[in-house]
């Protein structure tokens, strides 16, 4: 899809529902009454499924309005609580206490998909099967070098999400089993989205860092973990540990055309269609 090419920018809006539709459209359901306006705020992970469900649902309620904005997992919740958004996406559930954050009071989790996560790497680098160890010990600091876990010799360029990330919560807590990030050094790049963090691993050689499937591109290599590839079948096997729930947050239980937006992106037809499409994997195929 073009536009999913042009997610670079620290905090991607795109807001659907402003044009026209004509009557004709065969995809829009000309009985549709329904009608409001959704804000949705919050992971970047999560924005190609948001704006791709969103994009279908207009079609069918053409009278909904539909803006989206990625800046990072925390944001969601936060502007739900300040009703500046119908709906904060997020990498993990905000009504529970997650280490580094306090649950969001007042607010309930919706699960709309299962994301895989994954170390990348620049296409120069060589060293693409890591042992949980060699994670630990490049994403800490302490392993400087490619030459040290099997690859060339060059020094690694460490890339991280900002606090506040959802990616960060998930990578950390399951590749890096809880293992603290380096914070600071001339090696050492910090990026805001997963946009953001898409074009640093392209454009930077010997770079390494992490993101959902949905964002990995053919100019960089997901890397095994353990002997592992990160795909849906080795989640869905349990033999690939990295990944995560998304999750739509909304203040209390929604109404009107929040409600029905999210039973959308829930449904068997997205979740089957567009959603695996992009990489994500469908909420049902773990029990």
Known sequence: MKWFKQLTIAALIAVIGFSSVPASTPTVTAASKLSGKIVINGSSALLPLTLQAASEFKKLHPKVKISASAAGSITGPQAVRKGIANIGA?????????PGFKKFEGQVAHKVAIIPFAAVVNKNVT?????????????SGKIKN????????????????????????NFQDKALEGTDFMTKGDNYKEVKTSGDMKSTIETTPNAIGYMDLAYVTDKMTAVKINDIAPTEANVINGKYKVWGYGYYMTKGQ?????????KYVQSTKFQNGSLKKLKFIPISALK
């Open 90 to 98: 997020v990498d993990w559930d905000a009504s529970k206490d997650v």
């Open 127 to 139: 060293a693409t099967n890591l042992t949980t160890k060699d994670l630990q010990g490049i994403f």
């Open 146 to 169: 490619w030459k040290e876990v099997g690859g060339k010799d060059a020094e690694i360029i460490v890339v991280n999400r900002t606090f506040g990330s959802g990616t960060r919560v």
């Open 254 to 262: 929604p109404t009107g055309a929040t409600k029905e937006f999210i």
